[in-house]
């Protein structure tokens, strides 16, 4: 009688784990649930790399901001940055954009942005709180904040120019 106790719990354990693996197969791991959308986008306070200067992001109120979270180990970041390099050239006085670099020494930034060009304005989070306050949970991720100030979605992949206009429409 043991036996098939132990035969009976070994197949319904056997059973369950295959269930967990085929539902989660397949999905997509950047697929991260984002609680923000839809919510206001939470303030900073931090320095931008070229100037020194302190930027609060409540001087921007009213105006459409893009937030893009890199580092410069990314290699993905790297890819995507000439395209956040063209949009900000393109939407120029119709949104902000701001680059938030995070888990990186601002010293290696800077030569990073030497060498791949600073198109718009970098930030440097050195104890990643912004990326915090954001549920920033890879990188490279944008955040699409429209004039009231709430984020209207976040693209977790490297972007490309076609989905970056679509996104830039949802909140212009």
């Known amino acids: 009688m043991k036996r098939w106790v132990v035969i009976g719990v070994a197949v319904a354990a056997t059973a369950t784990l295959l269930v967990v693996y085929f539902k989660a197969f397949g999905t997509d791991p950047h697929a991260v649930p984002f609680m923000l959308t839809g919510k206001k ?3 900073f306070k931090i320095k931008r790399l070229d100037t020194g200067e302190v930027v609060d992001s409540s001087a921007y109120a009213g105006q459409p901001m893009v937030l893009n979270f890199w580092s410069t180990w990314c290699g993905p970041c790297k890819q995507e940055h ?3 390099n063209w949009a900000a050239q393109k939407y120029q006085g119709r949104a902000v954009f701001f680059g938030i670099v995070f888990e990186s020494e601002e010293d290696a ?3 990073w942005l030497q060498e791949h060009g600073e198109g718009f304005p970098q ?3 050195p ?3 912004v990326a915090v306050d954001y549920g920033v949970s890879g990188v490279p991720e944008t955040y ?3 004039k009231s100030g709430t984020i209207v979605s976040k693209y ?4 490309d120019p076609r989905t ?3 996104r830039l429409a949802e909140i212009l």
């Open 156 to 159: 977790p992949y490297p972007i």
């Open 144 to 146: 699409f904040i429209d």
């Open 82 to 84: 000439p395209v956040l």
């Open 164 to 166: 970056m206009e679509a």
């Open 123 to 125: 930030l440097f989070d």
């Open 127 to 129: 104890k990643s709180t």
């Open 41 to 43: 986008a939470p303030p």
């Open 109 to 111: 930034t800077k030569r």
